[in-house]
C-alpha cells in the first residue's frame, strides 16, 4: 500500500511545520509519508528540537528546506501550518488537497518572554495544538470535501 504523502508547508521551515512533520511521522508513520518544507529557509529552531524531544520525538536530523527541493514529489495534501505560507504558497504541479491549519508562531509568542523556561511553554503550546491536530489528521485527509 502506498503511503499518503502530505507536505507540511511554513514560512521558514524551521518550527511549525518540522514539528508537524515529526508528529506525523511518529503517529501514522505506517500511513502517512510526511514531508515538510518553507517558502524561504531559516535553519532548525533548537527549542522547538528541544521541546519535541521532551515529547519523545526527535527531529535534530530534520533540516530546513525549501519548498523547491520538493516541487517533484506528487503530493495527496499541503497542508499549511502558518497563514504567511497559506497566502503566499506555491502552485506546485500535481498537487492534491489543499488543507491550511494555522497555527501561532512560537518565535513570536516567545519574544517579549524573559524567562528561559517560560519561552519554552509558548514552544510546548503550539507543540501540542499540533499534536492535537496530527492525531485527527488522516479523518480530515479521506473526509469528503
Given at each position: 500500500?502506498d ?11 524551521s ?14 508513520g ?14 532548525m529552531?533548537r ?10 520525538i ?6 530546513s528546506?525549501h ?16 497563514d ?10 500535481g498537487?492534491g ?9 512560537p518565535?513570536r509568542?516567545?519574544?517579549?518572554v ?9 514552544y510546548r503550546?503550539?507543540?501540542d ?13 479521506w473526509?469528503?470535501?
Amino acid at each position: 500500500m502506498d503511503k499518503t504523502k502530505v507536505l507540511f508547508l511554513c514560512t521558514g521551515n524551521s518550527c511549525r511545520s518540522q514539528m508537524a512533520e515529526g508528529w506525523a511521522r511518529y503517529l501514522h508513520g505506517g500511513i502517512l509519508a510526511p514531508y515538510s518544507a518553507g517558502i524561504e529557509v531559516h535553519g532548525m529552531n533548537r527549542n522547538a528540537v528541544q521541546v519535541m524531544a521532551e515529547a519523545g520525538i526527535d527531529i535534530s536530523s530534520h533540516r530546513s528546506k525549501h519548498v523547491e527541493e520538493v516541487q517533484d514529489i506528487p503530493f495527496d495534501a499541503i497542508i499549511t501550518v502558518c497563514d504567511h505560507a497559506h497566502e503566499t504558497c506555491p502552485f506546485l504541479p500535481g498537487e492534491g488537497k489543499h488543507i491550511h491549519a494555522g497555527f501561532d508562531d512560537p518565535p513570536r509568542l516567545a519574544e517579549s518572554v524573559h524567562d528561559p523556561e517560560k519561552k519554552l511553554d509558548c514552544y510546548r503550546k503550539v507543540r501540542d495544538e499540533i499534536r492535537d491536530f496530527i492525531t485527527q489528521l488522516p479523518d480530515v485527509l479521506w473526509a469528503s470535501p
